[in-house]
């Protein structure tokens, strides 16, 4: 089991930028493939990015690539999300998560950090 623990959201303003992060702890993370989901207020969760802890095989979804940037720092045990122009419909709960890298469901999930972008 991988434990996740976010942080970095808070209240930005339309065209700024945002970066968050997550700590993984436990065992064997590095088997895991690491994630970014949002949820946005009365939508569903949404996935944004993977990656893996040496930086490779990272994906984004299509209508977000272009302003979410997702990194890895396996020697800080950390996973980042950059955010770049920031618009209000980016304003959601973001999530970590941890899938093994042999299975497809994410197992594993922090408890969110909010973001909230003002016009």
């Known amino acids: 089991q991988v434990q996740l623990v976010e942080s970095g959201g808070g209240l930005v303003q339309a065209g700024g930028s945002l970066n968050l992060s997550c700590v993984a702890s436990?065992?064997?993370?590095?088997?895991?493939?690491m994630g970014w989901f949002r949820q946005a207020p009365g939508k569903e969760r949404e996935f944004v990015g993977s990656?893996?802890?040496?930086?490779?095989?990272?994906n984004y979804a299509d209508s977000l690539k272009g302003r979410f940037t997702i990194s890895a720092d396996s020697a800080k045990n950390a996973v980042y999300l950059q955010i770049h122009r920031l618009k209000p419909e980016d304003t959601a709960v973001y999530y970590c998560?941890?899938?093994?890298?042999?299975?497809?469901?994410?197992?594993?999930w922090g408890q969110g950090t909010q973001v909230t972008v003002s016009s």
């Open positions: 998560a941890a899938r093994l890298k042999f299975m497809s469901t994410w197992s594993s």
């Open positions: 436990g065992r064997a993370f590095s088997n895991y493939y």
């Open positions: 990656i893996s802890w040496n930086g490779d095989s990272g």
